[in-house]
């Protein structure tokens, strides 16, 4: 006879009661951190506020089930900050415009040549240079510089001399 057939059906449901208490923190811990690591901070949000939703739509008779929703909320808040403080969370991909330095050359071509003459005026370094751009701050001013030298070196020759 296993212990189950000899608990009374009282005894199962305490037992269903402790189990639950004790295991699904953990449980929706991991998981929490496992869809930190998958997904980043915003699948958490957006799961914080699903469950928070749900918590407080939940209904019962008892006399202290507001109050057991409040610690429901309070103990997911407390999951989710420690998923959100996970080193190994996926960080959201940062955005392509706020990397870029304002004023930088966009032509493929100019930052292949720049590129080629660092490579050349580095050679035989074992760490092939970044290609960086220059901007001055308070506006556009006209400024001969690696871009214009580079233009005029594509361009073909029309009779005047190319001076680098």
Do not use: W
């Not at 998981?31 to 506020?49: I, M, N, Q, Y």
């Not at 991909?93 to 071509?109: A, C, D, F, V, W």
């Not at 720049?114 to 701050?137: C, R």
């Amino acid at each position: 006879m296993s212990k189950f057939q000899a608990a009374t059906p009282d005894r199962l449901q305490q037992l269903r009661l402790d189990a639950s208490a004790h295991f699904a923190p953990m449980m929706l811990h991991e998981a929490l951190l496992r869809l930190s690591h998958a997904c980043g901070g915003e699948s958490l949000d957006r799961f914080e506020k699903a469950m928070v939703d749900q918590i407080e739509a939940a209904k019962d008779d008892r006399a202290d089930f507001d109050t057991m929703k409040e610690f429901a909320i309070e103990q997911l808040y407390a999951l989710i900050r420690e998923a959100n403080d996970s080193p190994k969370k996926k960080q959201s991909l940062e955005k392509i415009e706020t990397r870029r330095t304002s004023g930088r050359s966009e032509e493929p071509q100019t930052l292949e040549d720049q590129l080629q003459s660092g490579l050349e005026d580095s050679f035989p370094a074992s760490d092939p240079p970044a290609v960086l751009s220059t901007t001055i701050s308070g506006g556009t001013k006209k400024l001969v510089g690696t871009d214009e030298i580079l233009k005029k070196r594509r361009q073909p020759a029309t009779g005047e001399s190319s001076q680098s």
